[in-house]
């Protein structure tokens, strides 16, 4: 395992960032995805992660829900050391408990919505705090209806998913996440896998969670003018690293580096 | 004798036997699907021995004979000093052996959903155990249920050789009444019937009840 000695067993700071990558590796064998990210997310920041594929856009938010392991580095959750733990005075590779304990924090929402196809809306939204909180199923219930009535989704809480279209399956998906009252969000290109019709049915849905909610963000997307609107920051990802962040109107007006100018201008010969 | 006053004369035995095989098939079913089932979550444990443990059970119970399997129990563990009573020899020789081959049902059903499933289920924070249990578990079973039809069917048809070692099921009624009235084409043709009756009005009806079940709890109907 790399050495970790370097890094600081909490975050300080007032406040403390949310969400701290601190020279961040992650490779397959010979191929790195990632390399030696840094990147600090505030509480309540909305970030936007855009960049050609296989940049390591979605591989930054599955470390950070610790659905991949990182190769070097330490990634701090709320000042607090995910990947790793204090022992001794020193940080060593996290336990499976202390993963559970510091996941707690952290929701995320997929591409392909994931849903549990075995479970009705409603059940999918209560699975988490029933099973895992250990809420009664009452409180779970008023919880998870409120969460599908916010998304507009409460009209089709008994229904299977496979009875929904996938604009209603990945808002189901985004109340499942948020019963489980996290304080930071994952949306890994949540829109991709839609039909383009209902992509605004998901946009205004996240739109509603940075206007009336305290959450931070993180968001891998290729939503470029929904990016613009609601993100705080922008950080174009090339190679395994930031190549260029900054406010949207500045990245996406401004563009510094010519990589960020390239990736931006073909975006736009797309659409 | 006509068939029909041979069925006439010896249903009474035929029935008895009949009713001794659907018991065996039970008792066999029961724990052939325990064992599957822990066999084949123990041959996706990240652990090796417990690997190393279900890959050798499967490997012996499905690498030799039921027959000899039977056998092994019946007349050969007794030498050991574990008398087995035969009824009980008959079902756990034949449950074992189609756990073997149930286990690898039960691990392509697992490893057939999808990775996102477990993903999800990690990221609302559910321990292994609830992953497996709430999550992958009933939608690989749902999977798995087409090829357990035929394998419940197999075992109803395996549980004839647990006469070899005199429990009266159907098979061994039917050699016993052949044996004193050699009325072989009656008493074999009646066994014949009721075996596929058993098989094609009982078990497949039962399994396709059941997919049908599983599909809609899916909301897949």
Redesign the interface.
């Known amino acids: 395992m790399h050495d970790v000695s370097a890094f600081p067993l909490q975050i300080a700071g007032d406040p403390a960032p949310m969400v701290s990558f601190r020279k961040v590796t992650k490779s397959y064998g010979a191929l790195t995805v990632l390399d030696e990210l840094d990147l600090d997310v505030k509480a309540g920041e909305m970030v936007s992660i855009i960049g050609p594929s296989g940049s390591g856009k979605t591989t930054v938010l599955r470390m950070l ?3 991949e392991e990182i190769n070097g580095g330490v990634i701090y959750v709320d000042g607090q050391p995910l990947t790793h733990m204090q022992k001794n005075g020193t940080l060593v590779p996290a336990s499976q408990k202390h993963l ?1 304990n510091r ?2 924090d ?3 929402c ?1 591409q ?1 919505f ?5 479970m ?1 809306a409603l059940e999918n939204c209560m ?2 705090p029933v ?2 909180l250990g809420l009664p199923k009452k409180e779970a219930r008023e919880r998870s209806e409120e969460l599908l009535e916010m998304v507009g989704m409460i009209g089709k809480k008994d ?5 929904l279209s996938g604009g209603q399956q990945q808002r189901v ?1 985004i109340a ?2 948020l019963a ?1 009252r996290p304080k930071v969000m994952l949306f890994d290109e949540v829109t991709s896998a839609l039909d383009p019709e209902v992509i605004g049915e998901v946009t205004n849905v996240i739109r509603k969670l940075v206007s009336e909610h305290n959450l931070t963000m993180l968001m891998v997307t290729h939503q470029m003018g929904f990016a613009r609107d609601i993100s705080d920051r922008i950080c174009f990802f090339y190679g395994g690293k930031i190549e260029e962040q900054g406010p949207p109107a500045e990245l996406f007006g401004n563009p510094k580096k010519e990589r960020t100018q390239q990736f931006l201008s073909a975006v736009k010969e797309a659409v | 004798m006509a068939f029909f006053d041979f069925l006439q004369q010896y249903w009474p035995r035929l029935l008895s036997g009949t009713g001794i095989t659907l018991a065996q098939f039970l008792l066999a079913a029961v724990l052939g699907i325990a064992i599957s089932l822990a066999m084949g979550l123990m041959k996706l444990s990240h652990n090796a021995v417990v690997r190393g443990a279900a890959v050798t059970y499967i490997e012996v119970f499905r690498g030799t004979s039921l027959v000899v399997q039977l056998y092994w129990i019946f007349f050969v563990l007794p030498l050991f000093g574990l008398s087995i009573e035969k009824f009980t020899a008959g079902y756990l020789a034949v449950g074992m052996n189609i756990g073997a081959y149930g286990a690898e049902l039960v691990r392509g059903g697992i490893l057939s959903v999808p990775k996102g499933q477990w993903e999800a289920a990690l990221a609302i924070n559910m321990s292994p155990a609830q992953r497996m249990r709430r999550i992958i578990l009933p939608q690989a079973l749902v999977n798995m249920l087409p090829p357990w039809g035929n394998l419940m069917i197999e075992l109803l048809k395996g549980t004839a050789l647990v006469s070899l070692i005199s429990v009266a099921d159907l098979m061994f009624e039917a050699k016993q009444i052949n044996a004193t009235t050699f009325l072989s084409a009656q008493v074999f043709g009646a066994a014949l019937v009721i075996y596929y009756v058993l098989a094609r009005f009982m078990v497949t009806p039962f399994m396709r009840w059941l997919e049908h079940y599983m599909a809609r709890k899916l909301g897949r109907v």
């Open positions: 829900m610790t659905l559970r996941r707690a952290i929701g995320m997929f392909h994931n849903l549990f196809p075995h009705t699975e988490g099973q895992v229904q299977h998913p496979s009875r998906a499942r996440a489980m």
